[in-house]
């Protein structure tokens, strides 16, 4: 059952379809797949064999660690997006983990080294790896610029506006998204106080922008935004 749905996961993703039906038979033997609750660490930059994940399902929340202990939310990472030791050459400043956000999730993942030879087996796949890591190096970027440029009430409108265009559902000039963030996560992700998070939503929510709970982000009109 796991080889068939190892083999379903890899064909259907964009990463692997320069592969042929029998490179990726070949890749299945390689990957590993499991599932993991809310609140579990997938891995830690530290102390983990290097590993490259792929997410089927779910959400997971990439957390980076400074060397006073401080914690930022570095990524949310999404249905078919890569993460772990995405550089072939290991950082060893990085410090971070990864955390199940979502009830549950779904992973497949390789060990670096059997990534790095099957890149160097397939050129077309090499060049797709380089583009998918690009673009995830090119958001994270973009998100400590914006953490720079802009001021607290700015990086939070912008993060919603995010998170519409990557996993809302619009209706007209409306949008509902599933809130699987606590107001501690969305306070690490735009850099503040959880006070000053909370004060932000709250203000939102009475100026009649949003309309929040723990299980759902409703917004009425997405031009208010």
């Not at 609140?39 to 929340?61: A, C, D, H, T, W």
């Not at 949310?76 to 290991?90: T, V």
């Not at 106080?193 to 982000?217: C, P």
Request: neutral net charge; aromatic residues 10%.
């Amino acid at each position: 059952m796991y080889e068939e749905l190892k083999y379903w996961y890899l064909r259907d993703h964009k990463l692997f379809r320069a592969l042929s039906f029998s490179q990726i038979k070949q890749l299945c033997i390689i990957v590993g797949f499991k599932k993991a609750k809310k609140g579990e660490i997938i891995y830690f930059s530290q102390s983990e064999v290097p590993r490259i994940f792929l997410l089927k399902r779910g959400n997971i929340k990439i957390v980076s660690v400074d060397d006073e202990g401080n914690e930022t939310i570095k990524d949310i990472i999404r249905k078919g997006d890569l993460f772990g030791q995405l550089e072939l050459e290991p950082d060893k400043e990085v410090n971070e983990y990864a955390k199940v956000l979502t009830d549950e999730v779904s992973i497949c993942s390789f060990l670096m080294s059997d990534f790095e030879d099957l890149l160097l087996r397939n050129p077309n796949l090499a060049l797709s790896y380089t583009k998918f890591v690009g673009l995830r190096m090119k958001r994270i970027r973009n998100n400590y610029a914006n953490l720079v440029s802009k001021d607290a009430k700015s990086r939070l409108h912008g993060f919603l506006k995010d998170w519409v265009e990557s996993e809302g559902v619009v209706s007209g000039n409306s949008a509902t998204i599933e809130n699987y963030l606590t107001q501690h996560d969305i306070a690490q992700i735009i850099c503040t106080s959880r006070q000053t998070a909370t004060q932000l939503l709250n203000d939102l929510e009475t100026s009649g922008v949003i309309v929040y709970n723990r299980k759902e982000i409703q917004i009425p009109d997405l031009t208010k935004l």
